[in-house]
C-alpha cells in the first residue's frame, strides 16, 4: 500500500538519490542504497531519455482508488451541490436527473436481473456503479461534456453530495468530503464478478434456436 | 437505434455513374477542369478530386504529377466510414465499410472510430507523457524522447467490444459495415511499453497500470502489469505515417487483443498502483449483466470471431455462378487456425482458404470458391477456430450462457457466428439463424 504522502517521499528520495549518485560518479549505485528492497528495476535506466516528473508537475493529476487514496482536498454538501447540478448538468441529465443527452443517474434498483425481453435494465449510478469514488473521477476529468476538468474539487464533492443524495445512498444534510466518499457503500457494491471466459458453451442442440429469415419475393 | 442510414450499394453506385458522365461530357479537357476547381472538388466524394474523363483516357495526357503532394483515392471510390447516430457526435462511433474490404489491412481513412469527447487536436511539440506511481524513477518523456527508444512495428486488429450490439434480439443493422464495422486492422509503430516501465523501475507491489488519454473525456481503463509488461506499445506509427488525429495522435497506447476502448489515444499518463481504479470505463461501461444481475467485469480479451464481407447485407447477386465467398477472422487470444463456412445455415461446413501469412491477433482474410444455381435461397455463415482451440460460437450457445437480459442487458463482446441469406432474386440480408 502505498499512500499519496509515501509516493511523493519516494519521489524525493530517488531526487537524492540521483544528486548522491551523481556526486559518487556511479550512476544507480545510490538508488540501490536508498531504495527498499521492494524495487525491481532499480539499476541504471538503459537509456535515460526523458526528464525526472516533479511533485508540482504531477500534482494536477489524481485518479483515485476505491479506498480513497488520491482524492483531492476540500468538501461540499448536498445543498451546493443541487445549485451547481442546475448550473452545469441539468441541460444533458435532466430536472430530475432522469437523464437526456447524458446517462440517467438515479433509480433502477431492482431491475439488474431482468427476465423482460421487451425492457432493458436501469443501469444508473444509484442501481449500478460499485464505488462513489469513481463518481469524482468521472465529474473532474471528464464533465461537463462541453468544458471538461472545468469544475472545482469541492464543487465535484458537492455533486457528488447531490446526486448520492437522490440516490437515496447518503443523507440529505450530509458533508462530502474525501473521507466520506470513500466510505460511501453503493447499493451495487457486490454485483461485479471477474472475466468468465473462455466460456464452455452447451453443445448447439441443446441451446436457443432462431431463424428470421426473411420470405422470398413474390 | 436502427437510425443507422445505409446507402443501397446499388443505388449510390448508379448515381455515381451519372455524375460521372455528366462531368465527362461538360468537361471533357483538363484546361476546362482547372478552371472550375472549387464546383468540381465539392462533387468528389469524400477522400478523392473529381477529375475530368477523357472518353479514351489513352488519347490525352492525365493530370500532371504535383511537385509536392499527399495524394486521394480516385474519384469513383465512395466508400466511407458510417456514424452511428449517437444523440452527440462528441461521444459516437464510426463504422468501417468492410463490406468493400480487400486483403487485412483497414486504410487508415476508414479506421473506425470510437470517442467519448470528439477527437481532441494535440500539437506534438506540447506533448508530454507523464509516468508515475509505484516507480522508483516517475519521469516524463516529450514526443521526441519517446521516439527516442528502439521501435517496433506490428500489424495489430483492434475491435470495440460493442461490436454487434444492436444484433443481440434481432437482426438489425442492414449491412456488415453497421454489425461488424468496429474492428480494423492497422500497422502500428512505437516502442515497447515495457522499454519505458523498465526505465523508470516498476516496484515489486505493482499490479495495475492506469492509462489516461489526454482528450476531453480523460479516458481512463486500468490494465494488469502483466499485460503491460508483456506486449503492450506506445504507438506514434499507423500504416507507415503518424498516427491520424482520430486514433490518438500523436500517441496511443496498443493492448493487443483487448476491447478497443483500452487502447488509450491521445496518451498523456500511465500511473503504476496496486489496485485497479474501478473507472467510470471499467464500472458503469463496458460491463455486462448476467441472468442473475451480476455483471462481468474487466472482459479484456476479444474472443475469436468472423464475418462474411462478401456476399453481406445489402448487396445484390446479378446473376446465378461463380462468386467468390470472403470475409474476414481474428482472435485476440492468438492466431486463427481454421475458417469453416456453410451455405445452408450451418447444415454442413469446408475450409476455406487463409491468405498468408496468418498473424497473431490480426484480421485474417479467408475465400472460398462457390458456384451459387441462382434458385433456392442460401444461408451463408462463417466460423472461425483460433490456436487456443476455441470454436467461433452460435448465437443459441452465447445467449444459453449469458441470457439476452432484454434490450441492451447484454451488449458487449457478442462474437456469435453471423449469417446472411441470398435470397433467389440474389438480394442479400442480415438474418439470424441459429
Known amino acids: ?218 | 437505434m436502427s437510425s443507422f442510414d445505409n446507402r443501397h450499394e446499388r443505388a449510390a453506385s448508379s448515381s455515381a455513374d451519372a455524375r460521372r458522365r455528366f462531368i465527362g461530357r461538360g468537361l471533357g479537357l483538363a484546361g476546362a477542369a482547372a478552371s472550375l476547381p472549387f464546383a468540381s472538388r465539392a462533387a468528389a466524394p469524400a477522400g478523392a478530386v473529381e477529375r475530368p474523363v477523357a472518353d479514351d483516357p489513352a488519347k490525352v495526357p492525365g493530370y500532371p504529377l504535383d511537385d509536392e503532394s499527399y495524394g486521394a483515392r480516385s474519384q469513383f471510390e465512395t466508400e466511407v466510414r458510417q456514424r452511428y447516430k449517437t444523440a452527440t457526435p462528441l461521444s459516437s462511433w464510426t463504422f468501417t465499410p468492410l463490406q468493400e474490404s480487400l486483403g487485412i489491412v483497414t486504410p487508415s481513412g476508414l479506421f473506425f472510430e470510437r470517442s467519448h469527447a470528439g477527437t481532441a487536436v494535440i500539437d506534438p511539440r506540447r506533448h508530454t507523457l507523464f509516468v508515475h506511481g509505484l516507480v522508483a524513477r516517475p519521469r516524463k518523456y516529450t514526443m521526441r524522447d519517446v521516439k527516442r527508444f528502439p521501435s517496433i512495428s506490428r500489424l495489430l486488429f483492434l475491435e470495440c467490444s460493442g461490436n454487434g450490439l444492436t444484433e443481440w434480439s434481432k437482426p438489425t443493422l442492414p449491412t456488415v459495415q453497421g454489425t461488424h464495422g468496429l474492428t480494423s486492422t492497422a500497422e502500428w509503430t512505437g516502442v515497447p511499453l515495457a522499454t519505458i516501465l523498465k526505465e523508470v523501475g516498476v516496484r515489486s507491489n505493482a499490479r495495475w497500470l492506469l492509462a489516461e488519454g489526454g482528450d476531453g473525456a480523460a479516458m481512463t481503463r486500468s490494465i494488469p502489469i502483466e499485460k503491460a509488461m508483456k506486449d503492450c506499445i506506445l504507438a506514434y506509427g499507423q500504416n507507415g505515417e503518424a498516427l491520424r488525429p482520430e486514433q490518438g495522435y500523436p500517441l496511443r497506447l496498443l493492448v493487443p487483443g483487448f476491447e478497443g476502448n483500452m487502447n488509450i489515444k491521445w496518451l498523456r499518463r500511465l500511473e503504476i498502483s496496486d489496485a485497479p481504479f474501478m473507472t467510470r470505463e471499467e464500472t458503469s461501461k463496458y460491463t455486462d449483466i448476467r441472468p442473475d444481475g451480476k455483471a462481468v467485469q474487466f472482459s479484456f480479451e476479444m474472443e475469436a470471431k468472423s464475418v462474411i464481407t462478401s456476399p453481406s447485407g445489402g448487396m445484390q447477386l446479378e446473376q446465378p455462378g461463380f462468386h467468390e465467398i470472403t470475409g474476414l477472422a481474428w482472435s485476440g487470444r492468438g492466431t486463427i487456425r481454421r475458417v469453416d463456412v456453410s451455405v445452408d445455415g450451418g447444415g454442413t461446413w469446408r475450409e476455406a482458404a487463409l491468405q498468408q501469412p496468418v498473424l497473431p491477433i490480426c484480421h485474417t482474410r479467408f475465400r472460398l470458391p462457390w458456384q451459387w444455381d441462382g434458385k433456392a435461397a442460401a444461408v451463408l455463415q462463417s466460423r472461425c477456430v483460433d490456436d487456443t482451440g476455441y470454436v467461433q460460437p452460435t448465437l443459441g450457445q452465447i445467449i444459453a450462457l449469458r441470457g439476452l437480459n432484454g434490450p441492451l442487458g447484454s451488449i458487449y463482446h457478442l462474437n456469435a457466428i453471423q449469417s446472411w441469406q441470398v435470397a433467389n432474386d440474389g438480394r442479400v440480408s442480415n438474418v439470424h439463424h441459429y
Open chain 1, 1 to 218: 500500500m502505498s499512500t499519496t504522502t509515501e509516493r511523493r517521499a519516494s519521489v524525493a528520495a530517488a531526487a537524492v538519490a540521483v544528486l548522491l549518485a551523481a556526486c559518487a560518479g556511479a550512476p544507480g549505485s545510490g538508488e540501490r542504497s536508498l531504495m527498499s528492497d521492494n524495487v525491481d528495476a532499480a539499476g541504471t535506466p538503459a537509456y535515460g531519455f526523458g526528464q525526472p516528473a516533479s511533485d508540482a508537475e504531477l500534482a494536477r493529476f489524481y485518479s483515485s482508488l476505491p479506498d480513497g487514496r488520491d482524492l483531492p482536498k476540500g468538501s461540499g454538501t448536498v445543498t451546493q451541490g443541487k445549485a451547481i447540478y442546475e448550473a452545469q448538468c441539468v441541460a444533458c441529465h435532466g430536472d430530475n436527473l432522469q437523464g437526456g443527452l447524458g446517462d440517467r443517474l438515479i433509480g433502477g434498483r431492482g431491475t439488474l436481473v431482468n427476465g423482460d425481453p421487451a425492457k432493458a435494465p436501469v443501469k444508473t449510478v444509484e442501481s449500478y456503479w460499485p464505488y462513489a469514488t469513481t463518481l469524482f473521477d468521472y465529474i473532474k476529468r471528464a464533465m461537463p461534456l462541453t468544458a471538461p476538468d472545468t469544475l472545482s474539487d469541492d464543487e465535484v464533492y458537492a455533486l457528488c453530495a447531490y446526486i448520492l443524495s437522490r440516490a437515496y445512498v447518503i443523507r440529505p444534510d450530509a458533508t462530502i468530503d474525501a473521507k466520506a466518499l470513500a466510505a460511501v457503500r453503493m447499493p451495487n457494491r457486490d454485483g461485479f464478478i471477474s472475466d468468465v471466459r473462455p466460456e464452455k458453451f452447451p453443445p448447439v442442440s441443446q441451446t436457443p434456436h432462431r431463424t428470421s429469415t426473411i420470405p422470398p419475393p413474390k
